[in-house]
């Protein structure tokens, strides 16, 4: 996801601490919002404390009952919420639909799974530990802070908030500075449910009340952005120690075996590479394809690509670009790749006509083109022809980003193979982000795409602190600790230990 939150201010006509957002479509005004800084952000936080102890309080399953009664709330009021995702992202209506629906799907998950992967249970004591009684359990961090996209102003900031919440925290949220509105809509849906609670609290403006936020010393930041920008967070974060979890992007590839569904395979192409304006940090932006298939493939995505319209009005395959400088990063990585001898297959530099950019399909791009090792974020893929599967699998590793890749093909053993050798956080096997419509898988990357997970347990576990507990049910047989070692027992304790693990 790139220029996601506080650092990207490219349609922002602020006056003096108030921030303005626009539709894109149109450029119309969508609202006015103040900028915080940090003298109301410490106000903010000195509530969310206060809020926090009592909804840690609740435990589990108190929260549990919260939690579903928000989902129900954002459930019945969709349409709402929908309506001003449309206004300041400019995406169709349907793909703003099935990004709200995914959210509250996650809601759901973390709502009624956070007992059951969070409560304290019993752990095994082992062989010398044999007279303790063990548990496991995870407590909430405190607050934790949010600094959301613009590409997903739903999906991407409320499956990590529903998870903080479900830890037990409080969360305060900076949604992008594109999408005040969206962040704002969602803490009044909360705030409608518990206006006394301020467990969820939203705070907007630009990058100086991203920064405040990093400062404000809450218990962890959860940063969606650009590597650029997540080593700005990281540094500020650095002053306090304050950890954080990041996902900075990508620049997924997708494999096309011998034996694939080509069809099929073609139509997740285009929906991973075109799909929200290619405005998605798991979209397909590099393809390779095996030779023998090569030909009849391309053709497929060329035919499909030409089929769809970028425009404003409902029965458009997708909307503007949302950020007016992405246009121009679309633009330099075009006219290099061509510059470098890749071929224009569908469109080309004139696809470009602000705010829109129709499908671009490059084929035979170099290696070292900027389109293949940075993130180009735009309605733009490349394909190109590899020898056999572990060809392909090499130049999809070859970037510095690993977020998500896609596996097409109908043979089982071949794929999970391929799947374990690929440097991602997420594989999808004959589907492209299939992993976004299932709850119980976390999410994340490596290297520039960033580190920690969200969603899943692993995304519970994330936003919580785990503390052991032994309690010594009586005095061991064969004590150890203690200074007063019997020599006895530690002839005992040796045999032992070699009849368990030396043989």
């Known amino acids: 996801m790139t220029e996601a939150a506080q650092n990207s201010l490219p349609r922002l006509r602020a006056r003096p601490r108030v921030l303005t957002s626009f539709d894109p479509r149109t450029g119309e005004v969508a609202g006015d919002f103040a900028i915080f800084g940090a003298d109301e952000l410490t106000r ?56 709200a629906m995914l959210a509250v799907e996650q809601l759901d998950w973390a709502a009624r799974h956070a007992g059951k992967v969070l409560d304290r249970h019993k752990v095994k004591s082992g062989l010398f530990g044999w007279n303790q009684a063990c548990s496991l359990g995870y407590e909430p961090l405190g607050v934790v802070g949010v600094i959301g996209p613009w590409n997903y102003p739903v999906f991407s900031p409320v499956t990590t908030i529903a998870h903080a919440m479900a830890a037990g925290n409080a969360v305060v949220f900076k949604p992008s500075d594109l999408t005040p509105a969206v962040g704002m809509w969602l803490a009044e849906s909360w705030r409608t449910l518990a206006p006394n609670q301020p467990v969820l609290q939203v705070v907007t403006g630009d990058e100086s009340t991203g920064a405040a936020l990093c400062r404000s010393r809450v218990d962890k930041i959860s940063f969606t952005g650009t590597p650029s920008t997540a080593r700005k967070v990281m540094a500020v974060c650095a002053e306090s120690l304050t950890p954080l979890v990041i996902e900075s992007g990508g620049n997924d590839a997708m494999l096309v075996h011998v034996d694939a569904k080509l069809d099929d395979a073609a139509d997740a192409a285009i929906f991973g590479a075109m799909g929200n304006a290619g405005q998605t940090c798991i979209g397909i932006e590099r393809i390779y394809v095996a030779e023998s298939v090569y030909d009849e493939f391309l053709s497929l995505v060329a035919d499909k690509a030409r089929s769809l319209r970028s425009g404003a009005d409902r029965g458009a395959s997708y909307g503007p670009m949302t950020q007016d400088a992405q246009i121009e990063i679309v633009r330099e990585h075009v006219r290099d790749a061509l510059a470098r001898g890749a071929k224009a297959v569908v469109g080309g530099l004139d696809s470009i006509r602000e705010p829109y950019i129709a499908p671009i399909v490059l084929a035979d791009v170099p290696d070292d083109c900027r389109l293949m090792i940075e993130e180009t974020f735009g309605p733009v893929v490349a394909v ?33 193979w391929a799947a374990e050798r690929l440097r991602a956080g997420v594989v999808t096997i004959n589907s492209v982000g299939g992993f976004a419509a299932v709850p119980a898988l976390p999410f994340g990357g490596v290297g520039d795409s960033g580190f920690g997970r969200v969603n899943g347990a692993d995304g519970l576990r994330e936003f919580s602190r785990s503390k052991a507990v032994t309690r010594q049910k009586r005095r061991g047989w064969l004590n150890l600790y203690t200074l007063d070692r019997k020599p006895r027992r530690i002839r005992i304790a040796k045999s032992v230990f070699k009849i368990r693990h030396a043989r």
């Not at 589990?60 to 001003?84: E, N, P």
């Not at 090499?394 to 053993?413: C, E, K, M, P, V």
């Open 44 to 99: 903010t936080l000195r509530e969310a404390r206060s809020a926090q102890k009592w909804w840690a309080g609740l435990g589990t399953s108190g929260r549990k009952r919260w939690l579903l009664d928000w989902k129900k709330h954002l459930a019945r009021r969709i349409g709402d919420l929908v309506d001003i995702v449309v206004q300041e992202t400019g995406k169709p209506h349907d793909d703003a639909l099935v990004e």
């Open 384 to 416: 190109n022809k590899v020898r056999d599967l572990d060809e392909a699998i090499t130049h999809a590793n070859g970037t510095s980003y690993g977020l998500g890749s896609s596996i097409f093909t109908r043979d089982t053993r071949t794929a999970t």
